[in-house]
């Protein structure tokens, strides 16, 4: 493959396979691979079927063996199933913890011996992450040294899957990494069922100008799309258009998350995704337009660790990046998550977020830098004509002293500054929570939005003791709709002396006596 070459993939037709990009095209002259033909799109698959051995007990095993070392996704007669799991629904509690074991009265290894299983750990509202257990004793698992930024703690929840132990339901399924084999319980022998043999659809590598026009991906393991991360390379001059994405394990695209400048993603339609859809890390100058996304991070249990798991689009600290017109269903997580001078997220729609993990936002930014000072900006932000309906917050496997639910339609968290916040629409159904929320910050304008619903419609607060200052609320509506809600709720000590309030209109029908919380 040369530079300027097209490759293209007949439609109505399905490849099984991937491709690793061997080298780059150049500028006026990407290397692309497309489509011919008229119909539905090529498939690009990493699916294999498979025929089924009777274990007993409604236990059956496939017989097709992979190569890969996990099982991330498997289709079932067209649906997105995770893997069988113990409890069933919610949490168990961590008597004890550390960043090696836990300990917890529902585990007794004479009973149940969970070696081998994987075990989901809530290390803090935004975190369930993921380990495999190295051996059990009495009631106490072993695992290898966790994140040591989020170390398990007692009172937080966990619960186990991917083990034979905990498939006791119909469809219920785990692999077996030793074997390379799935094990499902079922009543009868299962049928339709497609498991990933594939890890990744089209392998960029380290290489620059290519193309991908108008295929769809389907059954990969970890990405539809992948890029070399090493900080030492970059990825220039990637167009991603027209595709479509189905059944992935990971993200359905992800770039290099510091130097793939440039790169355009428009146009694609991506669905059932088990991490996220479109990552781009800290790229500058990225377009994100017009994408579609349904369902992504959508299973609790099957995303990855961190902080960008179960999310829509990850962009969390490129430059002049353009996230525009793409409309986002069912993310776990975070629908937008973004920062970055110049960054614009305009005219977007973010409907359901935030009901695996907590604490984050319909459209959510973060300092890349953290939250210890206020970083403050050469170019200016902007957030402007959004539509976010729904972060409800779960709680489910917090400690103690979190219960409240904190999911917000928009969420400037941690500090974040120098950020026009204008035009836009957001509904929070959820009684519990927010619709936006200024998490300290400097220099932000909010300006004729729309905030309806949920407890808090406008929340402020003082993030690591640093008074927020030089924000301005000018000709917004906030309307609450219960008695026990709030349109704007301040938890600061004062009103800076720096700030501007004018031209809000503050509804609450119910018990208005109490519209603004000081």
């Known amino acids: ?134 051996s059990h004793s009495g009631s106490t698992l072993t695992f290898p040294p966790t994140d040591g930024n989020y170390i398990p703690e007692p009172d937080w929840g966990f619960f186990l899957q991917n083990h034979v132990k905990a498939c006791t339901v119909q469809n219920e399924w785990c692999y077996n990494s030793t074997t390379k084999k799935v094990t499902m319980y079922s009543t009868t022998m299962p049928t339709n069922i497609k498991i990933p043999t594939v890890e990744i659809g089209i392998n960029l590598n380290a290489f620059n100008h290519i193309t991908i026009n108008n295929l769809a991906f389907e059954g990969y393991n970890s990405n539809g799309i992948f890029a070399n991360l090493s900080d030492l390379v970059s990825n220039t001059g990637i167009t991603i258009q027209d595709c479509k994405f189905d059944f992935i394990g990971k993200f359905a695209i992800f770039t290099n998350r510091r130097k793939s400048n440039g790169i355009v993603i428009t146009n694609n339609i991506i669905d059932e995704c088990n991490d996220g859809g479109i990552h781009v890390g800290s790229t500058d100058d990225a377009i994100i337009s017009d994408n579609i996304m349904t369902n992504t991070g959508n299973l609790v249990g099957m995303g990855q660790n ?14 002049n990046c353009k996230v525009y017109r793409n409309n986002i269903t069912n993310a776990g997580y975070v629908g937008i998550r973004w920062d970055g001078d110049g960054t614009e997220i305009v005219n977007n729609t973010v409907i359901n977020t935030n009901y695996i993990k907590d604490d984050g936002g319909g459209i959510y930014n973060y300092p890349n830098n953290g939250d210890d000072t206020i970083d403050t900006h050469v170019k200016r932000r902007l957030v402007k004509g959004n539509i976010v309906i729904d972060a409800p917050g779960n709680n489910e496997g917090s400690h103690p002293d979190y219960q409240s639910l904190e999911g917000y339609c928009i ?42 619903g949920s407890q ?40 800076p002396a720096s700030w501007l309030l004018s031209g809000n209109r503050y509804a609450k029908p119910i018990d208005d006596s109490s519209a603004k919380m000081w």
């Not at 961190?306 to 430059?319: K, Q, T």
């Not at 500090?415 to 619709?435: H, L, R, V």
Request: with cysteine.
């Open 306 to 319: 961190g902080d960008e798991s179960y999310s829509g689009i990850v962009s969390f600290a490129g430059d």
């Open 1 to 134: 493959i040369l530079p300027g070459n097209v490759v293209r993939f007949r439609c109505n037709q399905t490849y099984y396979g991937g491709i690793n990009i061997p080298r780059s095209g150049t500028i006026g002259n990407p290397i692309i691979f497309s489509s011919w033909d008229i119909g539905n799109k090529p498939i690009l698959s990493g699916f294999s079927s498979t025929n089924w051995a009777n274990l007993g007990s409604n236990l059956w095993e496939s017989t097709t063996v992979s190569t890969l070392s996990t099982c991330n996704i498997l289709f079932n007669n067209g649906l997105n199933l995770p893997y069988g799991r113990m409890p069933k629904t919610g949490y168990w509690n961590m008597d004890n913890a550390s960043q090696t074991n836990l300990t917890a009265s529902e585990l007794n290894s004479a009973t149940t011996n969970w070696g081998g299983a994987n075990v989901a750990i809530k290390t803090a509202r935004w975190h369930i992450d993921r380990y495999n257990v190295t």
């Open 411 to 452: 969420y400037n968290d941690g500090n974040s500054s120098d950020t026009d916040f204008i035009d836009n629409f957001c509904y929070n159904s959820a009684g519990s929570t927010g619709c936006f929320f200024m998490n300290g910050g400097y220099n932000n304008i909010v300006d004729n939005n729309l905030f309806l």
């Open 456 to 495: 808090r419609v406008l929340r402020s607060h003082v993030v690591k003791n640093i008074t927020p200052l030089a924000h301005q609320y000018t000709n917004n509506t906030y309307v609450a709709k219960e008695s026990n809600q709030y349109p704007i709720y301040w938890q600061i000590p004062a009103i």
